[in-house]
T-cell receptor
Framework: DTGVSQDPRHKITKRGQNVTFRCDPI?????LYWYRQTLGQGPEFLTY????????KSRLLSDRFSAERPKGSFSTLEIQRTEQGDSAMYLC???????????FGSGTRLTVV | KQEVTQIPAALSVPEGENLVLNCSFT??????LQWFRQDPGKGLTSLLL?????REQTSGRLNASLDKSSGRSTLYIAASQPGDSATYLC?????????????FGKGTKLSVIP
């Protein structure tokens, strides 16, 4: 297993467009997280899946954001009607169990112009 | 609400020097604490994970300590090298949240001068 994979690495989009990011966690990890990181800040929690169930969402996750994890495997994060304030690095992390810590992907850098 | 603070925000040291990065958190009800490294424009690489029952963890030139009662952790880097230049992030998994989500500090940007 090569770790957590995220696609694309970079995305530039015009304001108002929809974008979708994909995360492939480590195969045996049942816990999956999305975080957002803006310049000079630490990552902030967005949402959490255990298997296919989305169990927690941050208040940062406005109604323009939606995340899915069909069949408890890969996950997608969609942003509708993007705004300039959505420009950030979107990070995915997975974990087998809370005891073992988290493995992060390389992130998707979103730029909204 | 759990808050994590890292001091200093930036640090520049000559190659070969030993250094300490500091992390403090406001709520001692943590499940574990993890130190990460982040290179510019990249994702996070896990360095050390300390469970709440542990006092320290070591990996190579890195040693992380945890004092849960005082809400503090330190990351000690021995014999620093230019390749250690990166931003170091401290994160705590708060046991009061069912997801055990991580709360991060803003990081310490380390520059090791050859």
């Amino acid at each position: 297993d090569t770790g957590v994979s995220q696609d694309p690495r970079h995305k530039i989009t015009k304001r108002g467009q929809n974008v979708t990011f994909r995360c492939d966690p480590i195969s045996e990890h049942n816990r999956l997280y999305w975080y957002r990181q803006t310049l000079g800040q630490g990552p902030e929690f967005l949402t959490y899946f255990q298997n296919e169930a989305q169990l927690e969402k941050s208040r940062l996750l406005s109604d323009r954001f939606s995340a899915e994890r069909p069949k408890g495997s890969f996950s997608t994060l969609e942003i509708q009607r993007t705004e300039q304030g959505d420009s950030a690095m979107y990070l995915c992390a997975s974990s087998f169990d809370r005891v073992y810590g988290y493995t992060f992907g390389s992130g998707t850098r979103l730029t909204v112009v | 609400k759990q808050e994590v603070t890292q001091i200093p925000a930036a640090l520049s040291v000559p190659e070969g020097e030993n250094l300490v990065l500091n992390c403090s958190f406001t709520d001692s009800a943590i499940y574990n604490l993890q130190w990460f490294r982040q290179d510019p424009g990249k994702g996070l690489t896990s360095l050390l994970l300390i469970q709440s029952s542990q006092r320290e963890q070591t990996s190579g030139r890195l040693n992380a300590s945890l004092d849960k009662s005082s809400g503090r952790s330190t990351l000690y880097i021995a014999a620093s090298q230019p390749g250690d230049s990166a931003t170091y992030l401290c994160a705590v998994a708060y046991s009061g949240a069912g997801s055990y989500q991580l709360t991060f500090g803003k990081g310490t940007k380390l520059s090791v001068i050859p």
